[in-house]
């Protein structure tokens, strides 16, 4: 069983569209996140959400915008896209606040 | 402010130790993390460490924290060519509310 899980794994799409990353996990986890890791292989913070609720948004784009239906889902849209936007997207979920993260296998974004 | 560093490569012979090492540069550090990046795949936690400690040990795993030194080590005992992959610390404050990570190591393990 898939423990966080993402989709698509992979996203090839031309520059100017819109498209959205899903992310889903069932553990039943209360906080869910997004991070980008670039082509230097450096993670970081985008979103954190907390039962549905946003709690971190870090200096990111107003193109990006999360999504949380349920406490189990945590969605990325992304509009307008730039090249500079590709990288691999990782979302993970965690218990709580303070606890260990669960990350899913990734989404490889690639702007042409 | 934060920052976490990291050598980007580190190459070794099957069998020998490895020590990868991070700096960090928040000394409200709480927990301190290392996760495990094999290729094509998302982050595995490996083991994290408290910041009132000073090592943790599990098993091949030894982590050793100098928090005057704000200088974080991971020593894998007996590398495997299974432990090839990309290394991250990462430092939280409070938990896993904001987690920072550094920029990753390079494992390569030479059979």
């Known amino acids: 069983d898939t423990a966080v899980s993402q989709t698509p794994k992979y996203l090839v799409t031309q520059m100017g569209n819109d498209k959205s990353i899903k992310c889903e996990q069932n553990l039943g986890h209360d906080t869910m996140y997004w991070y980008k890791q670039d082509s230097k292989k450096f993670l970081k913070i985008m979103f954190s959400y907390n039962n549905k609720e946003l709690i971190i948004n870090e200096t990111v784009p107003n193109r990006f915008s999360p999504k949380s239906p349920d406490k189990a889902h945590l969605n990325l849209h992304i509009n307008s896209l730039e090249l500079g936007d590709s990288a691999v997207y990782f979302c993970?979920?965690?218990?709580?606040?303070?606890?260990?993260?669960?990350f899913g296998q990734g989404t490889r974004l690639t702007v042409v | 402010g934060e920052d976490v560093e990291q050598s980007l490569f580190l190459s070794v012979r099957e069998g020998d130790s490895s020590v990868i090492n991070c700096t960090y540069t928040d000394s409200s550090s709480t927990y301190l993390y290392w996760y495990k990046q094999e290729p094509g795949a998302g982050l595995q936690l490996l083991t994290y460490?408290?910041?009132?400690?000073d090592m943790k040990q599990d098993q091949r795993l030894t982590v050793l924290l100098n928090k005057k030194d704000k200088h974080l080590s991971l020593r894998i005992a007996d590398t495997q060519t299974g432990d090839s992959a990309i290394y991250f610390c990462a430092e939280s404050i409070g938990g896993y509310q904001k987690v920072t990570f550094g920029t990753g190591t390079k494992l390569q393990v030479i059979p």
């Open positions: 460490i408290f910041s009132n400690m």
């Open positions: 993970a979920s965690s218990q709580d606040q303070g606890s260990e993260a669960f």
